[in-house]
């Protein structure tokens, strides 16, 4: 269905995206300690407008659903913060207080939305906080709501939440934020030719980051708990929008959160910025197991993103769109790709019955191209199957050779030009892109990529396609997308695993630097009664670990603390620990160590 087609006289998600209005903040910007600006809730006011030739009316219209603020009221008892962030904050009235869900992205708009519903509902105390799934939008303000030194308030997540919520940062976390900023938009300027939103929401908060351990797991999906006497029922689905991820049921209120397993967008299989790829089958089996357990239950849906949908038949039918557009994409999808498409091949070809191309089920911020591809990915891997595409030349090899063979960088920009104003920009940005990579300096190709990338973006419906081009367009023109959000913080580090301490070390090892060099160290970590052996050889930081005390010798033992670990790895030498061997062995090690450019280039060489 053609944005042309789709029915904008249908206002039912205007509707819905006003209901249960209470407040708004007084002051709509949000700052930090220091006075910077962590989020404008007015910033997107210009969406009120009619939407310009610089955007998808499609899009526009769903980021200004999605610029919606304020405190909103779900249920009886159950409001939610919309609007001062990427992600919404539910809270739920108890008896004696009130149980938090969700608490944003930063500690400043998880602050300033507690204070706006305490202004309008009373001083009640948090009695509790839970977590739907391990992305940080939904944990990273959660000091905001239960200070240092409270230690008297559960705070519930599904079990495995603590590992996935730190391990994006210990792997590929430079490279997804990196890629992050691209994909949200976060250095575009905020008006109808940049940044107007990011599909699940307007954006994230460039605050403080934040993490509050749990200390109740949901294990099993049936599990209920009693919070300040409020009773919930879990059900936990793993592997679908989180590794973590958790659905459940107020049966009192007859209300239902969906976490962000059914929000109002085709979300993610991969996420453009990078992660492990999602399985689209069990997501929908989950929800399929949802619309069962919950059957007949619940009066109103609602999750971590957009607004609610009341009413217990459209609240069936919304989650059956949202089931079957998942299982329609895995099934064809591998249908197709056991015909010999491949993923490419399949995005062109595949098409969605008009009833999953509802308004629900548009792509802004997942889409049906890439997520197919990701889908082909999760069972088929980066290979095709063409034996030509499996030794190409890297990006610029590979420009240089089509420059050259196009006669030169003046020819193929022109010819990129050409391909422009006879509007296949597809194929203009990959001549463009090739001219860009042979000669990275070029004025001429460089901003002949940039315009067809503006108009690339300023044409999509996907919200996070749109940022991308954007930011690529402007970083062409000479402006650096810089890092938004600081994912460094003493509660994240202390969440780490030893082993994972360890992997944050070996993925930093310069591997040729230190393919001569031996080491062993030993870490015996007094707190956990464990100790882990390390040895360096052929380039390669690896471990294994055993009750105890060390039983191996090794070039270094360091009898300490998980505290006291971080400050070594940290760089705060070895004071106050317990050593014998060898110190300059940590020194060897350190001196391996790379250090990841959160800035790398992107569109460029």
Known sequence: MSVADLPFEDTTDDHNADRGFVAGLKDPVIKDESGKTVFDADAYAFLDAECPDTANPSLWRQSRLCARSGLYEVAEGIYQIRGLDISNMTLVEGDTGVIVIDPLM??????????????????????????????????????????????????????GFLEHAVAENVYAGNAMG????????????????????????????????????????????????????????????????????????????RALCMAENATHTLHNVLTLRGAVVRDARIWAHYITEALVMFEGQADVVFASHHWPTWGERELTDFLTTQRDLYAYLHDQTLRMLNKGLTGPEIAEEITLPPALEAWAARGYYGSVSHNVKAIYQRYMGWFDGNPAHLWEHPPT????????????????????????????????????????????????????LAAVYDRLGHGAENATWRNFYLTGAMELRGTLATAGVDLTNPEIALALTVDQLIDTLAIRIDGPRAWDTTLTMNWHLADQDRTWHLGLSNGALTYRTSRGAPTIDADLTLTLTKPQLLGVIAGQGLDDIDTAGDPRTLERLVGLLDTADPNFPIITP
Not at 183 to 203: F, H, K, N, S, V
């Open 106 to 159: 930063s500690m400043e708009t998880a602050a300033a939305g507690l204070a706006l519903y305490r202004d309008q509902r009373g001083d009640r105390p948090v009695t509790a906080m839970i977590y739907t799934h391990s992305h940080g939008d939904h944990f990273g303000g959660s000091r905001a709501i239960v200070p240092h030194g409270v230690t008297d308030i559960p705070v519930i997540a599904p079990s």
């Open 178 to 253: 990196r890629r992050g900023v691209y994909m949200y938009g976060a250095r575009l300027p905020q008006d109808p030719a940049g940044q107007i939103g990011c599909g699940l929401g307007t954006a994230t908060a460039l605050g403080t980051i934040s993490l509050v351990a749990p200390t109740h797991d949901i294990t099993r999906t049936g599990q209920e708990m009693t919070l300040d006497g409020v009773r919930i029922v879990f059900q936990l689905t793993p592997g679908t929008e989180a590794p973590s991820e958790m659905n459940f049921l107020f049966p009192d209120r």
């Open 397 to 448: 090899e590979l420009a240089k050779r089509f420059t050259a063979d196009y006669g030169g960088i003046e020819a193929i920009v022109a010819k990129g030009r050409q391909y422009a104003e006879d509007d296949d920009l597809r194929f203009a940005a990959t001549l463009l892109n090739h001219a860009v990579f042979a000669e990275p300096t070029h004025s001429g190709a460089r901003e002949a």
